[in-house]
């Protein structure tokens, strides 16, 4: 079971008004957030009500820019479970060209006790 997600590349994620540069194309920390939520959604169709992921890794290679109005999708190239990690290899193309690589891993946790630990 994969998971390829689209995301429209609004205004508000460029990097000038994230705050992580000066150009209006897509930021990198909102392809962060986009390889992030992709990964996600594929988890949580496996996990039974309760339970959830949280990021604990991500290692991107954001490859080439991409215009706001332009559209990004994200593509799970292989996904592993060991235990209670979900280790993601995934690609970002905008509707031109590849723009990212990364590799991400997610941990399983119980929404609940992970809440009350903090």
């Known amino acids: 079971m994969t998971l390829e997600k689209h995301y429209s590349v609004l ?6 008004n994230m705050g992580s540069g000066g150009m209006n194309v897509l930021s990198t920390p909102m392809l962060v957030a986009y390889l992030e939520n992709t990964s996600y959604l594929h988890c949580q169709q496996l996990l039974s009500e309760g ?11 954001h490859l080439a820019p991409t215009l706001i109005g332009d559209e990004v999708r994200i593509k799970i190239i292989a996904v592993k479970q060991i235990n209670r990690r979900f280790e993601f290899e995934l690609e970002a193309f905008d509707s031109k060209k ?16 992970f809440m009350e630990r903090l």
């Open 98 to 113: 590849k723009i990212a690589r990364a590799t991400h891993t997610r941990v399983i946790v119980n929404e609940t006790k």
């Open 51 to 61: 339970m959830t992921t949280v990021g604990s890794q991500i290692n991107v290679d």
């Open 11 to 16: 205004e508000e994620h460029s990097a000038h």
